[in-house]
Structures are given as C-alpha cells and as structure tokens.
C-alpha cells in the first residue's frame, strides 16, 4: 500500500507542478521504496531526493493537521510548546519557495520588458493578478 500512496503523490506532485509552474519536479525519476518485507534498502539515490523529502513532509503535515481536527478547539493545548507542523513546514518552504521566487523574477522580467503575453502557467497568471495589492 506504501508503494501505491507514494507513487500516487509523487505522480501528483509531478502533474502539479508541471501545471502551476511549467516545469515538473520530475519525483517520480528517484525510484520507489521496497516495501519493507523485502529486505532491500532503499536507495540512497530515492531517500535524498528532494521530492521525497517533500512528499514525506507534506505527508506528515496532513496527517498532523488531521489530528488538530480531531483534537477540535482545544488542539493548541497539545501544542503549548511546540507547533508539530513547524518542522515539516519548513521542508516545504523550501521545497516551494525557490518555485514561487521564479514566477516572481519572471513576472518582473515581463512587465520591465513590457511584454503583455498571456501568463503560462497557472502560478504565472497568479503572480500577475496579485502584484501591487
């Protein structure tokens, strides 16, 4: 089931952010984990590409805020302190924001240049309509 729900957001990501940005990620080029009944390790190659990190944090962070759900108002109180998505937060920054930094230079670069194209992708045209709120 892991292999499944792992190429799955991977196939995910990859559509995603070939449809926001323009570009995939291209996750699914660092393999699949072995289950863990085969015995194998998984490549160093799989566990230290960036879209695994990313896929893993995102994960995490969904399975986290789910439990904030189920605790109802009161989930700061489990938190007091310490905010369990901050570190899985911080992946995905780091995963995202090179991506949003781009649209914002190539936004920039468009409107110095006075080319008024259609935007080409989705983040693009985002960019474009939010700039000078």
């Known amino acids: ?3 499944l729900q792992d190429w799955t957001a991977r196939y995910t990501l990859d559509a995603a952010t070939e449809f926001l940005c323009g570009k995939s990620v291209n996750s699914l080029s660092a393999g699949l984990a072995y289950p863990k009944s085969s015995g194998k390790p998984d490549s160093g190659v799989f566990e230290n590409h960036a879209s695994s990190k990313f896929v893993n944090a995102f994960s995490r962070a969904l399975a986290d ?3 904030r759900v ?3 108002p009161d989930w700061p109180l489990f938190e007091f302190f310490k905010d ?3 570190p899985s937060r911080e992946v995905i920054d780091d995963f995202v ?3 949003m930094e781009r649209a914002l230079k190539n936004a920039e670069k468009s ?3 006075g080319d008024d194209d259609e935007p080409q992708t989705l983040l693009d045209y985002l960019v474009t309509q939010t700039q000078g709120m």
């Open 70 to 72: 189920g605790r109802g």
């Open 97 to 99: 924001f090179p991506l």
């Open 1 to 3: 089931m892991r292999i």
């Open 65 to 67: 805020a789910a439990m």
């Open 111 to 113: 409107s110095k240049l």
């Open 84 to 86: 369990i998505i901050v």
